[in-house]
């Protein structure tokens, strides 16, 4: 292979478009998809294979339901999808930079990469994602890792076919990274990874600005989509089998502020909820300072709307709470989570934590544990500090030893844990519906289940009891999931019938 030309690249303004110049863009994409499904065959038949396409998700829901969208796309012009980067001839990396541990993960694979591209030098490695929208990062890469095919952001995953078809007429690297943009790309393809739920984006970027995130200046800021065109959505796929859907935002409680008739995030739930087939809403996630009594309202009354709510705390200290800039106290939050167990009893309750973010006392930290403890998560996520350039924290003097933070990450594990048990098991005996997603790998006579909670059941069962809701009892618990067996459709359900 040729070496390729090093071009200096710019991140491109905002992007500005009006909902007809969307629509032509669609068009647009589409035109490239066909003219890529030609030159694919023709590639093929040089490399006497049909050609595979492995796409590696980091980070969260957000990217999957993006690389959802990317293996739609390479799909439709003619690669075959496959989970094994070994086999692939076209390899993406859709990347997270939400922690610096990720940014290396890539960084490693691609080392591995480079070895595979000298024996195999027809493959093709494209990297998308947040890691991207970071000039520090194209710059490593264009230093460093030169082979890489195609570089693109955030904000132009739509774009695919079009940089895919410009790298096949040139031979150079081709980068595209947008600042930000209020362009919202509708309908292309996209292949979603279970047929009988699905991921929806109601909104992108953030407005929040917690002193430690990096999120807001990836992801750009804070755009709500038109609520019509998520119930179009909702209801393409819903009339395609999709029975439970989750509405996904980083922030969803803020939904709607800025549209310019505005509406507010419960309205859209209980828009959602009459579209006929969905049998199930979940959506992530809630900034505690906005989550309404509205919602709570909403929830507490819905009979569709699952009963999980991801609450992210990041500290329990107040003094923190106020340099994270996360706008809520240590009160305000327990409070809430009070206000949310008393309107919806059943719910189950996990969170987000972070360790050792710059000036964490010992006396900031214990009032975390206490948080832990009072709000009965049923698990939390939690992560030690890690600094993002760029964000006011990595600038703060105080950083927290990583001794320190090490022990304290392991203390509030042990917390975590210890709530979790105490509150796990508390449904045994109970009949839930479970919506059945898979056989079991390890025993299949057995499928996995999940209720309404979030929690999972193993029971006994078919592959064709997939993508249905069954009642099943829960027999007993296991710590984090139950083992059940199908219940009688006429017993009555524990729980409200969730
Ligand atoms: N360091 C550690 N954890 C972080 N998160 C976000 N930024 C950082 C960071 N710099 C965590 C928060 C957030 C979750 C998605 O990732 O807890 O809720
Ligand atoms: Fe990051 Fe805060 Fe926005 Fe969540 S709300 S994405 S933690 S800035």
Known sequence: MTQKEKKPYEIKEAQHATREQNRLETVRQFEYMERLKGKIKELEQEAGHPLKACVNTFGCQMNARDSEKMIGILHEIGYTITPKEEDADFILYNTCTVRENANERVYGRLGHIKHQKKEKPHLMVALCGCMMQEEKVIETIQKKYSFVDIVFGTHNVFKLAELLWSRLESDRMIIDIWKDTDQVVENLPSERKYSFKAGVNIMYGCNNFCSYCIVPYVRGRERSRLPEDII???TRLAEDGVKEIMLLGQNVNSYGKNLAKPM???????????????ERIRFMTSHPKDLSDELIEVMSRSDKICRHLHLPLQSGSTRLLQIMNRKYTKEDYLLLVKKIRNAIPDISLTTDIIVGFPGETEEDFQETLDVVRQAEYDSAYTFIYSKRTGTPAAAMENQVPEDVVKDRFDRLLQVVSEVGANISGKDTGKVMTALIEEQNSQNPELVTGRLSNNMLVHLKGTVDMIGNIYPVRLDECK?????GSLANE????GGEGH
Do not use: N, R
């Not at 006429?490 to 359900?493: A, R």
């Open 479 to 483: 710590g984090f999931y139950y083992l």
């Open 232 to 234: 179009d959505e909702v």
């Open 490 to 493: 006429k017993e009555g359900l």
């Open 264 to 278: 507010s995030f419960a309205s859209l739930l209980a828009e959602v909820e009459k579209v006929p087939g969905i």
